[in-house]
């Protein structure tokens, strides 16, 4: 296949086309993709931001719980006597706290006597409240929710480590997940007599506060160390209590500083280990316990899956696409038509070329009108394809002339030898075969060299065109008429009938040749010498006949010059000669 | 090949030894590679950059577990058939349990050339009990340490001289206890002035019950693990401390700048003897073998002694005097009672409830 000019035209001013718009569209892509990714990770680290306060909202609503039983006096009043008859209405109050609030797994009021012993407790039981009572009762002073919450002023909350809860006969609470809340039951005098204790069920909390997320948010919850507390693999959280710690820095390596204190926040794009195939953005904000805790800080994280987030971007990248396929549409049709614009003129322009190299006819030349560069190769080319036309008609006009004067006497005009030769030749073999006759004159000016001596060439000259004139318009047109150079002439007479006719020509040739002849004032009266040989009788060559007649003219010269003679007769004096 | 000389056969007999040297060592390391090391151990015994130099070294993936008690560890491998682990560190005393309960199988010591290196009284395997089984060795000691009591030196001037300064009203709520129901039954009834702690019979129960009750109603808290206990000691403001980790715990409270004092009260002071077990659910026994006979080198013995405070198997321990008088543990007579006892006793249940069936 053969690349012309308008396809390398077209392909490049194509993929030109194409690749503007192909990286126009790439980098509008990018640049609205990374817009889009950011815009997310604010609204993803905001989303963050509000759902910690909420933690921290939602455990301040537990410290008012807290703040409301250890207030009642009936509280106060357990734990001031050792009779039990208080105990009930304090069982109902915490019974009605449960009800109305299902992350409760368990409220009790443990005495700051005998041991931390548990005064009044409910716990929850599936559906079910079970209020402990008697032997069932244990003592927890051992327990730092109890010893370190004694120590606490009045109002103050105390928040626990959040464990797996292994408390032996803790109901529906044990082996959950939980974090304690307590608050110390105080006297007037601020000592503690006992505290209020609340187990609250972390799975259900987050569940509560993650409640009105989108489906497919995911989120994480860690202990100041970076301990799962809360992943959408449970099975990545609590690692301490199965002896194989699992932490947030170890799978969000950008968090090592959140845990470290040493910033407040991090948003990441995680696309590797279990996020390979699903990448995500999370968001990780570190919230300080404000309360006292043997907790430092909570580390919140929310993820959101990065498909998500590029679902608008993949929206916008397939509108772009359309954009870009369709200016490279655009673009491959323009490069067509400008690939042919281009090369049209110049293709009828090669045609015209070529026609004129075939027959050099002068063809109409394209785009002539045009004033740019192709018009300016147009209008060139003209120029020379005129130039070329008038050199070659030059050339052909001094052919026809070189021709000419190849087959003519240049003085007189009439034909030369080598003419006559192929006349006579065409005369013989139209009379070989047509059976006709025909003569040949041999003519020859007498004492043509005393008329040189006397008036020199010029003079000479001038008698043998006078003499060519005369015989020209003494023969028929027919009958051809040649100098053979010098003073001798030829005169083939076509088809006599007779003898007689051609001897009658003879007499009216030598009769007008003989007439005086006017040079600068002179009459000069000058005698021919005819011989004449006749086809076939003298001979059947033109050689013979040349010769014969020749001979015959010499004859008629010996006779005395001035008459005719043929080849096998007598000379024909017409007229004494004045020379 | 005619006419080669005799040197140069002499060559090629060298490169063939040569060659089958490297398939040999190629196919052992092939073997060693073969997958990943499920190792259950105790907090100190397998830290990460140790672990990184024996990965690196057999090209095998080691996962590490930790345990902070026998009763743990005894329901992580109980649970599957021992299936879940390949390689553990156990105690004498609990090993005898995991022989019983063919939950261990017999460790190749042909396959561990470091024990060479172990002090003699460590290869002396038939003299430590509970190692031998008929012939078959099922542990190779690892560490040991003697059970202490760590006190802090503001707030107890002179070092104790007997364990029963646990139950010392003076110290109630200041005293930090470890959350293990074997060690601390023993512990009670060496208090009590039995003689053979581990064994305690039908008629003690109720006494043994009632004093750790009273130990709990004098706790500050039950600590697990060593670095938890730190923790915990140093912001209870703990004056007196059962140290079951031994001078591994000692160790780390003055490197976080607590003054503390480390007693060997003489009327009985416990003592544990790790070793590495290899277990039946073993997928290659060999790479087991191998990571004992890792840990028995230079590098991780001596990691023990300066990282951990822990006695190694390989030299003569700084932290034990010969005076000292130690009771080394030995298996109880009843485990399973003593864990679930344990457990309604830390829960805070009073003796009836605890002793009711």
């Known amino acids: 296949m053969k690349f012309g000019i308008a396809l390398k035209l077209g392909l490049l001013l194509a993929g030109v086309s194409i690749l503007a718009s192909g990286l126009t569209g790439f980098y509008a892509y990018q640049a609205s993709r990374s817009l889009l990714v950011q815009s997310a990770k604010t609204e993803l680290l905001t989303t963050t931001q509000v759902l910690a306060r909420r933690v921290t909202l939602s455990r301040n609503e537990m410290s008012r719980d807290l703040q409301v039983l250890t207030s009642n006096p009936a ?29 409760y797994f368990q409220i009790r009021l443990v005495s700051a006597s005998d041991h931390g012993l ?9 559906d079910r409240l079970i209020r402990v009572r008697g032997d069932d009762l244990q003592e927890k002073g051992h327990f730092s929710y109890v010893s370190g919450t004694l120590k606490l002023p009045p109002g103050a909350t105390y928040l626990s480590r959040i464990v797996i809860n292994h408390e032996r006969g803790a109901h529906a609470g044990l082996e959950q997940p939980s974090v304690i809340l307590a608050m110390p039951v105080s006297a007037a005098d601020g000592t503690a007599l006992g505290v209020v204790v609340v187990n609250v069920d972390l799975k259900n909390v987050f569940a509560t506060l993650a409640a009105d997320l989108p489906k497919d948010f995911q989120l994480f919850f860690a202990n100041g160390k970076g301990d799962y507390l809360i992943h959408p693999d449970a099975s990545q959280t609590f690692g301490f209590d199965k002896g194989r710690r699992v932490l947030v820095q170890d799978e969000f390596s950008a968090t090592q500083e959140l845990v470290e204190g040493k910033v407040q926040q991090a948003v990441v794009e995680a696309n590797d280990g279990r996020y390979s195939s699903a990448p995500v953005l999370a968001a990780f904000v570190s919230q300080p316990v404000k309360v006292s805790s043997e907790e430092g800080n909570f580390v919140l994280g929310l993820a959101l899956p990065l498909s998500n987030v590029l679902e608008q971007a993949n929206k916008l990248g397939l509108v772009v696409l359309q954009l870009v396929l369709g200016l490279c549409l655009i673009g491959i049709l323009i490069a067509t038509v400008v690939a042919r614009a281009v090369t049209r003129p110049i293709n009828a322009m090669s045609v015209a070329v070529q026609n004129f190299a075939l027959d050099h006819q002068q063809a109409a030349i394209p785009a002539l009108k045009r004033h740019d560069e192709i018009g300016v190769l147009a209008h060139s080319f003209k120029q020379m394809q005129d130039s070329i036309h ?108 007779h003898r007689e006719d051609v001897v009658h020509i003879a007499e009216k040739l030598l009769e007008s040749v003989r007439s005086p002849i006017l040079h600068r004032g002179v009459e000069l009266q000058v005698g021919f010498s005819i011989g004449i040989s006749m086809y076939p009788d003298d001979g059947r060559t033109a050689a013979e006949l040349m010769a014969r007649a020749d001979r015959a003219m010499y004859a008629a010269k010996d006779a005395g010059r001035n008459g005719f003679r043929f080849f096998n007769g007598k000379t024909h004096p017409t007229s004494p000669t004045p020379l | 090949m005619a006419i080669c000389p005799n040197r140069c056969w002499k060559t090629l007999f060298g490169l063939k030894q040569a060659l089958a040297w490297a398939l040999a060592l190629l196919l052992a390391q092939a073997a060693l590679a073969q997958g990943t090391l499920r190792v259950l151990t105790w907090p100190g015994y397998a830290d ?38 390949d390689v553990f560190a156990v105690n004498t005393a609990e090993l ?139 912001n209870g403001h703990t004056a007196l401390m059962f140290a079951n980790y031994g001078s591994q715990q000692v160790q780390l409270l003055r490197a976080a700048g607590i003054d503390v004092g480390y007693a060997v009260p003489q009327d009985g002071t416990l003592a544990w003897l790790d070793c590495w077990a290899v277990t039946r659910g073993a997928k290659n026994t060999k790479l087991a073998e191998a990571w004992i006979n890792y840990l028995l080198e230079a590098a991780p013995g001596n990691a023990l002694l300066t990282r951990q405070g822990l006695a190694n ?45």
């Open chain 1, 390 to 497: 008038q050199q070659l008609e030059a050339l052909q006009e001094n052919r026809e002339e070189l021709a000419h004067m190849a087959r003519h006497d240049v003085l007189t005009g009439l034909p030369n030898r080598r003419a006559f030769q192929e006349r006579l030749e065409q005369a013989l073999s139209r009379a070989q075969r047509s059976g006709e006759h025909f003569a040949l004159f041999f003519i020859d000016v007498d004492n043509f060299k005393s008329i040189n001596d006397r008036f020199g060439h010029p003079g000479g000259d001038a008698v043998l065109k006078i003499v060519a004139l005369r015989l020209v318009a003494t023969t028929r047109k027919v009958d051809a008429i040649a100098r053979l150079g010098g003073d001798e002439f030829v005169v083939l007479l076509d088809n006599p009938t």
């Open chain 1, 75 to 103: 509280a106060m009043a357990v734990l001031s006597s050792p009779n039990t008859a208080q105990e009930d209405p304090l069982a109902a109050l915490f019974e009605s706290f449960m009800r109305a609030n299902p992350t």
């Open chain 1, 118 to 126: 548990e005064r009044v407790r409910v716990d929850r039981e599936g």
């Open chain 2, 96 to 234: 005898q349990r995991y022989v019983q309960a063919g939950l261990v199988v017999p460790v190749d010591t042909s396959n561990i050339p470091n024990t060479a290196t172990q002090l003699p009284r460590f290869r002396d395997l038939k003299g430590i009990n509970g190692l031998v089984h008929g012939d078959k060795v099922y542990g190779i000691p690892y560490t040991y340490s003697e059970m202490g009591l760590i006190y802090d030196k503001q707030q107890i001037r002179s070092a104790p001289t007997s364990i029963r300064a646990l139950w010392e009203p003076r110290y109630r709520g200041k005293v930090l206890l470890y959350n293990g129901g074997s060690h601390n039954f023993s512990l009670a009834s060496l208090a009590l002035g039995n003689a053979s702690p581990h064994q305690i019979g039908p008629a003690q129960w109720p006494l043994v019950v009632d004093h750790l009750i009273s130990l709990r109603r004098n706790a500050q808290g039950f600590y697990a693990q060593p670095e938890e206990s730190v923790e915990m000691f140093k």
């Open chain 2, 313 to 357: 198997t390989t030299s003569e321990s700084p932290y034990l005097r010969a005076q000292d008088r130690l009771l080394w543990l030995e298996p109880v007579e009843n485990a399973d009672r003593r864990a679930s006892l344990w457990e309604r006793i830390l829960a805070g249940d009073r003796a009836n409830k605890v002793l009711a069936p």
């Open chain 2, 48 to 85: 990460a950059d140790l672990v990184k130099v024996f990965e690196a070294k057999t090209g095998s993936k080691v996962e590490v577990t930790t345990i902070d008690s026998d009763d743990v560890m005894w329901q992580k491998l109980n649970k599957n058939k021992a299936n879940d682990f």
